[in-house]
Nanobody
């Protein structure tokens, strides 16, 4: 069983930056493809970014390309989401997720992920 815990959310002004962290416990995260999703108020949860188990492949939602960077540090059993040039529309609860199958391909489908954190709130507002 993989447990995930996000941190790093908060209130930031438009144009600012935040770095989200997701720490794993229970198992090493190294063999698992990981992803970030987000859910804004009144909207469905949506894909943000995914990273392969080896960390060599990443995919992003179109709206965050060039602004967000997902990375992982397997030695620290953690993944990260660096968010720059934040916009009010980035306001959401951000969730970290892991695929169930080891060494699986990166995916933007929520149904491919079975392990989820509790989420961290990001609010972009002046």
């Amino acid at each position: 069983q993989v447990q995930l815990r996000e941190s790093g959310g908060g209130l930031v002004q438009p144009g600012g930056s935040l770095r989200l962290s997701c720490a794993g416990s229970g198992r090493f995260l190294r063999p698992y493809t990981m992803a970030w999703f987000r859910q804004a108020p009144g909207k469905e949860r949506e894909f943000v970014a995914t990273i392969s188990w080896g960390g060599t492949t990443t995919y992003y939602q179109e709206a965050v390309k060039g602004r967000f960077t997902m990375s992982r540090d397997n030695a620290k059993n953690s993944v990260y989401l660096q968010m720059n040039s934040l916009r009010p529309e980035d306001t959401a609860v951000y969730y970290c997720a892991a695929r169930e199958q080891e060494y699986a391909m990166p995916s933007g489908r929520q149904s491919d992920y079975v392990y989820w954190g509790q989420g961290t709130q990001v609010t972009v507002s002046s």
